[in-house]
T-cell receptor, first 108, second 113 residues
Framework: AQRVTQPEKLLSVFKGAPVELKCNYSYSGSPELFWYVQYSRQRLQLLLRHISRESIKGFTADLNKGETSFHLKKPFAQEEDSAMYYCALPDSWGKLQFGAGTQVVVTP | KAGVTQTPRYLIKTRGQQVTLSCSPISGHRSVSWYQQTPGQGLQFLFEYFSETQRNKGNFPGRFSGRQFSNSRSEMNVSTLELGDSALYLC????????????FGPGTRLLVL
């Protein structure tokens, strides 16, 4: 069965420190994964997706099929990165399976 | 382009009542999906509509239903409301189906008393 796991509910980091949000998945086919972000009082929005392989706001994510992971990383956290982050796995028809989410708090 | 819009933004109902939520997708988008967001269960898929037909459905009771109109606007209906239906209901639109990026609306916050 399709499944997305985000093991950390809360991640607290200092400004300027590296941040890594973990995401593991189970999927029988070749997965396409997304990271969505929800800033305070804003709508859920796409941060990045595996297939585009681009870096958004300094964040990158690499799909590791061997470890079935799609961890989100940023080398130097900023205060504006404080938000809720969701890893999402679509089925072939686009139905998104979301992880439980990780709340990131960046303190100065 | 204007983003996905949802109305109303807030709603208070009592148990047993029914409610209809509305979603207007981004112009040109033909697929509309609905999600329920709660602190306990997180984000859960309700259903997806494409070309006025329900194409995909999540694990929700039949009290949850929806429809899509020819202009791609969608409505979601919940009948016989229960306290547990209190949630943020999100609508997302995409150009087509499959692995298209979904763009989310601000949500409708429903409180059932």
């Amino acid at each position: 069965a399709q499944r997305v796991t985000q093991p950390e509910k809360l991640l607290s980091v200092f400004k300027g420190a590296p941040v890594e949000l973990k995401c593991n998945y189970s999927y029988s086919g070749s997965p396409e994964l997304f990271w969505y972000v929800q800033y305070s009082r804003q709508r859920l929005q796409l941060l990045l997706r595996h297939i585009s392989r681009e870096s958004i706001k300094g964040f990158t994510a690499d799909l590791n099929k061997g470890e079935t992971s799609f961890h989100l990383k940023k080398p130097f956290a900023q205060e504006e990165d404080s938000a809720m982050y969701y890893c999402a796995l679509p089925d072939s028809w686009g139905k998104l399976q979301f992880g439980a989410g990780t709340q990131v708090v960046v303190t100065p | 382009k204007a983003g996905v819009t949802q109305t109303p933004r807030y709603l208070i109902k009592t148990r047993g009542q029914q409610v209809t939520l509305s979603c207007s997708p981004i112009s040109g988008h033909r697929s509309v999906s609905w999600y329920q967001q709660t602190p306990g269960q997180g984000l859960q898929f309700l259903f997806e509509y494409f070309s006025e037909t329900q194409r995909n459905k999540g694990n929700f009771p039949g009290r949850f239903s929806g429809r899509q109109f020819s202009n791609s606007r969608s409505e979601m209906n919940v009948s016989t409301l229960e306290l547990g239906d209190s949630a943020l209901y999100l609508c997302a639109s995409s150009v087509g189906r499959g692995l298209e990026t979904q763009y989310f609306g601000p949500g409708t916050r429903l409180l059932v008393l």
